[in-house]
């Protein structure tokens, strides 16, 4: 490609991405979350329409502001085509490690009282639903696939009626670093994923995964062992942290 071609291809691609971003909401946003002159650098960006339905969570980033640690709505994956379906509820407290990347037709609610917390390069793929009720924490690199659900509730208390006694219906969900987890899978609370986990397509994990050590495969309606000594092969993904970042 000539020198005047390449010029012409960054161009255009400055200018699709530029058309790609809902500027009002991104604006809105940084301007609630953040002082004047930080707000201008778009720490959060969003893409498309977002259905904002609650901003009264307080949010603490712990890492250099600078553009797009947090996208919504992103189009990064291969399907593009928004249905305009991205939800946002947040009232609880998001502690930001990190870069996060949601998904085209996303949904994400932090509840009042719940605790939200992201590492580094994590990514939600497209139609994916987080619900935090009370405690969802991510490592660094944490890759949940398309249409998947992460939630740490059951929406309702649930009664043991042998033992008359009300079963809570809230818990907790940890992930540990460098996980990954296919598509359409379900996270319920009381799951704890270890360090180099990857988690089968259709799979639902309830419980603490970590005895099984780290680099595992876990699978099946509940999630059992699969297999040891096997990971997804992140040194082969040297380009991940630039084609999972936004540059204006």
């Not at 809230?170 to 598509?183: L, N, T």
Request: with cysteine; net charge positive.
């Amino acid at each position: 490609m000539s020198f005047l071609g390449k010029i012409y291809y960054r161009i255009k691609r400055k200018v699709q991405l530029y058309l790609k971003i809902n500027w009002i909401k991104s604006l809105y946003l940084n301007l609630k979350f953040f002082p004047l002159k930080d707000a201008f650098k778009f720490p959060i960006i969003v893409f498309g329409s977002l259905k904002i339905e609650s901003l009264k969570g307080k949010l603490i980033v712990n890492v250099p502001l600078k553009t797009g640690i947090i996208s919504i709505g992103n189009p990064f994956e291969i399907f593009k085509k928004s249905s305009n379906i991205s939800e946002l509820i947040f009232d609880g407290m998001w502690v930001v490690n990190g870069s996060i990347i949601f998904g085209i037709d996303t949904k994400l609610y932090i509840g009042k009282e719940a605790y939200f917390e992201n590492g580094h390069l994590c990514s939600v793929c497209n139609n994916s639903k987080i619900f935090c009720d009370s405690k969802i924490i991510m490592g660094d690199s944490v890759k949940i696939g398309d249409e998947s659900i992460v939630f740490d509730t059951n929406f309702h208390d649930l009664f043991d009626v042998k033992k008359n006694e009300t079963i809570p219906c809230k818990g907790e969900v940890y992930f540990e670093s460098y996980i990954y987890i296919g598509m359409r899978c379900t996270i319920k609370l009381g799951t704890y994923l270890p360090s180099y986990s990857m988690v089968a397509t259709n799979s639902l994990c309830n419980k603490n995964y970590s005895a099984y050590g780290n680099n595992i495969l876990l699978g099946g309606i509940p999630a059992n062992f699969i297999r040891g000594d096997i990971k997804r092969n992140w040194s082969a993904e040297e380009n991940l942290e630039n084609y999972l970042t936004i540059k204006l």
